[in-house]
């Protein structure tokens, strides 16, 4: 099975500031890496695909990039609405796996 | 709009069974791939099981295969997951997922809860 080693587990930012996720996979996934945003009372909501594909309705300050093991999610000038928990998950092989989840919260 | 609604969760005993449901609808149901994910108290998501449109194929992690079935029933837009011999690990919260392609989930259901404890 494919090991996705997520960090930070938690990140404290200000509005306005970028901030970095990293998600390593335990061996290559080309680029079949999705990102995920958890929010308490909504459902779970797709992010990114394929490490750097926008999902409709992503806003543009979210950004991905990476490719066999080594991905990054990014979001540039955060607003209010992204502090939340996100999770990697790599879909090139079942079993499916997913990162540990990064916590990101307001400083 | 696109809604995915499971049902069926409660408290249950170690070694009984479950049967969880998922109602959907907004979409056509028979062309997508399915999938359930858990979630545990206080911890991170967890692939489940993924079933084909036909419903012909299935997946499952190590951690619930031979236990848990994944099935479907098209006509009605329903996804079910059967949950056999529970243990005290398996409580969790479990949503249902659409499958966008190749193991992308691009929508997910509220979740139901099930707790398994004597």
């Known amino acids: 099975d494919v090991q996705m080693t997520q960090s930070p587990s938690y990140l404290a930012a200000s509005p306005g500031e970028s901030v970095s996720i990293s998600c390593k996979a335990s061996?290559?996934?080309?680029?079949?890496l999705a990102w995920y945003q958890e929010k308490p009372g909504k459902t779970n909501k797709l992010l990114i695909y394929?490490?750097?594909t926008l999902q409709s309705g992503t806003p543009s300050r979210f950004s991905g990039s990476g490719s066999g093991t080594d991905f990054t999610l990014t979001i540039r000038s955060l607003e209010p609405e992204d502090f939340a928990v996100y999770y990697c998950?790599?879909?090139?092989?079942?079993?499916?796996?997913f990162g540990s989840g990064t916590k990101l919260e307001i400083k | 709009e696109v809604q995915l609604v499971e049902s069926g969760g409660g408290l249950v005993q170690p070694g009984r069974s479950l049967k969880l449901s998922c109602a959907a609808s907004?979409?056509?149901?028979?062309?997508?791939?399915m999938a359930w994910v858990r979630q545990a108290p206080k911890k991170g998501l967890e692939w489940v099981a993924t079933?084909?449109?036909?419903?012909?194929?299935?997946y499952y992690p190590d951690s619930v295969k031979g236990r848990f079935t994944i099935s479907r029933d098209n006509a009605k837009s329903s996804l079910y997951l059967q949950m056999n011999s529970l243990k005290s690990e398996d409580t969790a919260t479990y949503y249902c997922?659409?499958?966008?392609?190749?193991?992308?989930?691009?929508?997910w259901g509220q979740g139901a809860s099930v707790t398994v404890s004597s």
């Open positions: 997922a659409r499958e966008q392609w190749s193991g992308v989930m691009d929508a």
């Open positions: 907004g979409f056509t149901f028979s062309n997508y791939y």
């Open positions: 079933i084909s449109t036909s419903g012909s194929r299935t």
């Open positions: 061996k290559s996934i080309n680029t079949y």
């Open positions: 394929s490490g750097s």
């Open positions: 998950q790599q879909h090139n092989e079942y079993p499916l796996t």
